[in-house]
């Protein structure tokens, strides 16, 4: 099992930056990615970002390239996003994932609030 908690949601003007963290814990050796993933109200969940856990690729949703930056560091079990240049369409409940390597389970945290205003 690995457990996901998110933190570092809050409310800011458009044009603001955030750091959201996710810290990984339990059988943190099994995961082989971790990324973010938002949702508006109304909407579906959709991808934003993701990094290989041990390093290498990474990957983010066209929406967010140039102003959202994913990185992580092992030695803390944490994974971070860097958010600048907030727009109001940024505003949804941003959930961190994690992929293990066997199986391919998927585990989530319980989301944290992102709000931009205009």
């Known amino acids: 099992q690995v457990q996901l908690v998110e933190s570092g949601g809050g409310l800011v003007q458009a044009g603001d930056s955030l750091r959201l963290s996710c810290a990984a814990s339990g059988r943190t050796f099994t995961i082989y990615n971790m990324g973010w993933y938002r949702q508006a109200p109304g909407k579906e969940r959709e991808f934003v970002a993701t990094t290989r856990y041990g390093g290498g690729s990474t990957s983010y949703a066209d929406s967010v390239k140039g102003r959202f930056t994913i990185s992580r560091d092992n030695a803390k079990n944490t994974v971070y996003l860097q958010m600048n240049s907030l727009k109001p369409e940024d505003t949804a409940i941003y959930y961190c994932?994690?992929?293990?390597?066997?199986?391919?389970?998927?585990?989530w945290g319980q989301g944290t609030q992102v709000t931009v205003s205009s």
């Open positions: 994932n994690a992929v293990t390597y066997t199986g391919g389970v998927s585990y």
